[in-house]
């Protein structure tokens, strides 16, 4: 019968036994941790009003010269005119209503049957007196149905392990919600709540998707390595180039909002959790390498296993370092392009807050990463060549077995007594 290739082989008892007993004390020690930093209350809410917001479809779109104006007595850029929009939710459901075109930098293009959303706004000396303006486009429909995509398309080419990995996104997500980012806003130092939320979201994504076995375990172990490996390079390298967490203009609304919250402590949060992604993948390649390649070739030692599985992971990591550069670098295309404006030194450049910010990140991620090959993959060679009784050393090989009286005397250049094609036989 062939090998099953589906899952890996079950590692030796004194194995499983030995990592039962590393991994159920961690993960307990970070249930216990995640109950102790849980937020005990919810965060109360910004003070101010909250605008109406309605659903509503254009039904007209009629464009007029835009009037002058002392900035412009020509008239002003525009698109000026007004909008009927059919109102489907709020006080005017079923009526229609008028609203001035959206104009602005943002402003979105409206033409006739688009969804909107409506804002209501009441004038503050007549309270009776309303009007509304157009905010925004609907975008529920649109994305439900490229999720509906997404997971058909993950679940169809996965099967059960697609599934798996579904139930591990919705549990990531819930994690974020329901722990990390309320523990942040309710004051909670934000380094602590993210180790402990990443390592939750580790242990139930990485268990739930590849299963309970000694290869996940290593990865879990792997990772939870690589974690701490990341935290410390981040608190040493934002203590070294005097990061404030001040660096983006969202940091400094939020810091307005919640003047409570450590921005420092955030940044380096958002490391952790930015790593963990990647970390992850890298843990678990490295880990199914090892065991795939002690299963292809079992006379490979411990030694020659984790050279072969770190060759993989040089390759590996070669094009995540420009995955996660990429990555960063697409979320921060505005801020990019607001470096190509600046007049300033690309010296001054490049060691301002913001941008050290991001050079900050990439390069603890890239290092955590780094860290991670090394240690998953010893790690997968020890476990995997455990239950050999000696795992670095070839057996001698067995003395050949001893021949017959007449097969030697046949190797001599004599016959054997039998052997009707012999001469003398012909003879």
Request: aromatic share 4%; net charge neutral.
């Amino acid at each position: 019968m062939g090998a099953d290739h589906t899952r890996p082989a079950p590692a030796p008892p004194r194995v499983r036994r030995l990592l039962l007993a590393t991994v159920v004390p961690l993960f307990v020690l970070t249930v216990i941790a995640a109950l102790v930093l849980w937020p005990r209350q919810g965060p109360e809410p910004a003070a101010g009003e909250n605008v109406p917001r309605h659903h509503g479809t254009v039904t007209r779109v009629v464009t007029e010269p835009c009037p002058p104006t002392p900035e412009a007595p020509a008239g002003g850029d525009g698109p000026c005119g007004t909008v009927t929009v059919a109102a489907e939710q709020g006080p005017d459901a079923g009526r229609l209503v008028e609203t001035p075109i959206p104009a602005g930098p943002g402003a979105p293009r409206i033409e006739v049957g688009d969804e909107v959303i409506l804002v209501e706004l009441t004038d503050p000396a007549d309270r009776t007196v309303k009007t509304y303006n157009i905010a925004e486009h609907q975008r529920g429909t649109p994305l439900i149905w490229l999720v509906a995509l997404f997971a058909a398309a993950i679940v169809a080419f996965g099967r059960w392990r697609g599934l798996a990995a579904l139930g591990g996104l919705v549990a990531s997500f819930a994690i974020l919600l329901g722990f990390v980012l309320p523990g942040i806003s309710a004051g909670r130092s934000p380094l602590p709540v993210a180790i402990v939320g990443a390592a939750l979201i580790m242990f139930v994504v990485l268990y739930l998707t590849h299963g309970i076995t000694a290869q996940t375990s290593v990865a879990v172990l792997g990772t939870l390595g690589s974690l701490v490996v990341t935290g410390v390079l981040g608190t040493l390298a934002t203590a070294a180039t005097h990061l404030t967490g001040f660096g983006s203009e969202d940091a400094t609304t939020l810091s307005m909002f919640q003047g409570d919250v450590d921005l420092h402590g955030l940044l380096l949060a958002g490391i952790i959790i930015g790593s963990l992604g990647v970390l992850d993948d890298v843990t678990v390649t490295q880990s199914a390498t090892v065991t795939e390649l002690a299963r292809a070739n079992p006379g490979l030692s411990r030694r020659q296993l984790y050279r072969a599985a770190t060759r993989v992971g040089r390759a590996h990591i070669a094009s995540t370092v420009n995955t996660i550069v990429l990555a960063y670098a697409g979320a921060s295309l505005p801020l990019l392009l607001l470096l190509v404006a600046d007049s300033r030194p690309v010296g001054e450049l490049l060691t301002s807050e913001f941008l050290a910010q991001e050079i900050v990140r990439s390069a603890v991620a890239t290092l955590g990463l780094i860290a991670a090959v090394p240690l998953t993959t010893a790690l997968a060679a020890v476990v995997t060549t455990a239950g050999r009784h000696a795992p670095d050393t070839a057996p001698p090989p067995a003395p050949p077995p001893p021949r017959r009286r007449d097969e030697a005397l046949e190797a001599l250049g004599g016959s054997r007594p039998d052997d009707s094609r012999s001469t003398q036989a012909a003879w």
